[in-house]
Every structure is written in structure tokens, then in C-alpha cells.
């Protein structure tokens, strides 16, 4: 199953179902050092920026469509 990580961290949620069969094909992450360590484990996934600025047509342009989309809770709303 193909998966959309949103507000993806350092990839916490990826490493977690990858190793229970999933496929991460993309991550959206605004904040630049946690941008650093997706592309550096996974080179070959696109990593988008801002989410406000995402959207289906861009993805299916680029050639993602996710199965299952997962997401962390953004920073600017924790505690």
C-alpha cells in the first residue's frame, strides 16, 4: 500500500509501515533539518514543503497517488 506522509517529522510514521509492507511515496514536511534526514533515508521520495501549497492535481501530476495517507500533529499545534 502506498503511502502520503504528512507533517512527516523525521519519518517516524514511514519506518513504522515500511516495515510492516507499506511504501512511502512522498512526505510533506515545512521544517528544513527533519526535510534533511527524509531525503538523506529516503533519496528517491519527494519531499514537499508547505501543505497549504499541496494538493491532488500536484501529486497525481508527479506521478503519487497515495493509498493511505498518514500525518503527525504539526508542531504549531502542540503544547
Do not use: N
Amino acid at each position: 500500500m502506498k503511502v502520503l506522509d504528512l507533517f512527516s517529522g523525521i519519518g517516524g510514521f514511514s519506518v513504522g509501515l515500511e516495515r510492516a509492507g507499506f511504501e512511502t511515496v512522498a512526505f510533506c514536511e515545512i521544517e528544513e533539518y527533519p526535510r534533511s534526514v527524509l531525503k538523506k533515508h529516503w533519496p528517491d521520495v519527494p519531499v514537499y514543503g508547505d501543505i497549504k501549497q499541496l494538493t491532488a492535481t500536484q501529486l497525481r501530476a508527479d506521478g503519487i497517488v497515495p493509498e493511505l495517507i498518514c500525518g503527525g500533529l504539526p508542531a504549531t499545534l502542540k503544547g
